[in-house]
């Protein structure tokens, strides 16, 4: 169609300790919620993958035919996924047989690049986003940075 589309590309803040803290099942725990979180935040008929390690995207499909309505839409997407990932999560862990209950806190750093439906590269697209999130992540982590070409 002729409607935007948002490609959400996300890094966990904080990950890394709780796997050196706790071992990689908890760091698993963890992204298990993660994705749980995600899927609340986001439409049916988007979509959310995990890319590896603590990284993720999210496919925000029929946005507006207009381009800054649509960034506007995908930003909104965009602070509930903060708002929601900033939650502390309560994770009950087992050793032993002995259970043990750890709150870690865990926030996000968004890159985001719209594009029209099928006629966009999508290589150059992930690329736009993933750099937007590095961005992100230089900026101090938990916030959202647009691709500076995401808005044509």
Same mark, same amino acid.
């Given at each position: 169609?002729?409607?935007?589309?948002?490609?959400?590309? !996300?890094?966990?803040?904080? @990950?890394?300790?709780?796997?050196?803290?706790? +071992? /990689?099942?908890?760091?698993?725990?963890?992204?298990?919620?993660?994705? /749980?979180?995600?899927?609340?935040?986001?439409? &049916?008929?988007?979509?959310?993958?995990? %890319?590896?390690?603590? *990284?993720?995207?999210?496919? !925000?499909?029929? !946005?507006? &035919? *207009?381009?800054? %309505?649509?960034?506007?839409?995908?930003?909104? #997407?965009?602070?509930? #996924?903060?708002?929601?990932?900033?939650?502390?999560?309560?994770?009950? !862990?087992?050793?032993?047989?002995? &259970?043990?209950? $750890?709150?870690?806190?865990?926030?996000?750093? $968004? +890159?985001?690049?719209?594009?029209?439906?099928?006629?966009?590269? $999508?290589? =150059?697209?992930?690329?736009?986003?993933?750099?937007?999130?590095?961005?992100?992540?230089?900026? +101090? +982590?938990? #916030? $959202?940075? @647009?691709?500076?070409? =995401? =808005?044509?």
């Amino acid at each position: 169609t002729d409607r935007y589309c948002a490609l959400l590309y !996300l890094d966990l803040d904080n @990950f890394k300790p709780l796997n050196d803290a706790y +071992g /990689h099942g908890a760091g698993d725990m963890l992204l298990i919620e993660v994705a /749980h979180r995600l899927r609340r935040c986001v439409r &049916e008929t988007d979509t959310v993958a995990r %890319v590896g390690g603590d *990284e993720f995207v999210v496919m !925000l499909g029929e !946005l507006d &035919e *207009e381009a800054p %309505v649509s960034q506007a839409q995908a930003l909104d #997407v965009a602070r509930k #996924v903060i708002e929601s990932l900033s939650q502390p999560y309560q994770l009950t !862990l087992k050793h032993r047989g002995i &259970e043990q209950q $750890i709150v870690h806190r865990c926030t996000a750093s $968004i +890159g985001m690049a719209l594009f029209v439906g099928d006629s966009a590269d $999508i290589d =150059a697209v992930l690329m736009s986003a993933d750099k937007a999130m590095y961005d992100a992540k230089e900026a +101090g +982590g938990n #916030v $959202i940075r @647009f691709a500076p070409a =995401a =808005a044509p």
